[in-house]
Nanobody, 115 residues
């Protein structure tokens, strides 16, 4: 199983980005998926998750600004990020949960929010 995150880059405060996470080796349709991030000098933190039925949940720091979604036909997870702030600067990672305690991670994509 491999996960490839992409879409990161440099964006001004208030701007938007859409991250993608393509998955190969396993169909994602029945699996939980999530985005995490790790800012410089900080621990990795959970950002958002999406269940197989499409239900979503977000951390308080991104609620109302970020939207997680999935395209099961394309085997891809997305994270739409709006109203970006400097505090959102981090490496963003996608995670696929196969079963309890069995997770696969992508290598991450860097998002830098700066003027």
């Amino acid at each position: 199983v491999q996960l490839q995150a992409s879409g990161g880059g440099l964006v001004h405060p208030g701007g938007s980005l859409r991250l993608s996470c393509g998955v190969s080796g396993r169909r994602i349709g029945t699996k939980h998926m999530a985005w995490y991030r790790q800012a410089p000098g900080k621990e990795r933190e959970w950002v958002a998750r999406i269940l197989p039925n499409g239900a979503t949940d977000y951390s308080d720091s991104v609620k109302g600004r970020f939207t997680i979604s999935r395209d099961n036909a394309k085997n891809t997870l997305y994270l739409r990020m709006d109203s970006l702030k400097s505090d959102d600067t981090a490496v963003y990672y996608c995670k696929l949960t196969i079963s309890h305690g069995v997770d696969y991670w992508g290598k991450g994509t860097l998002v830098t929010v700066s003027s």
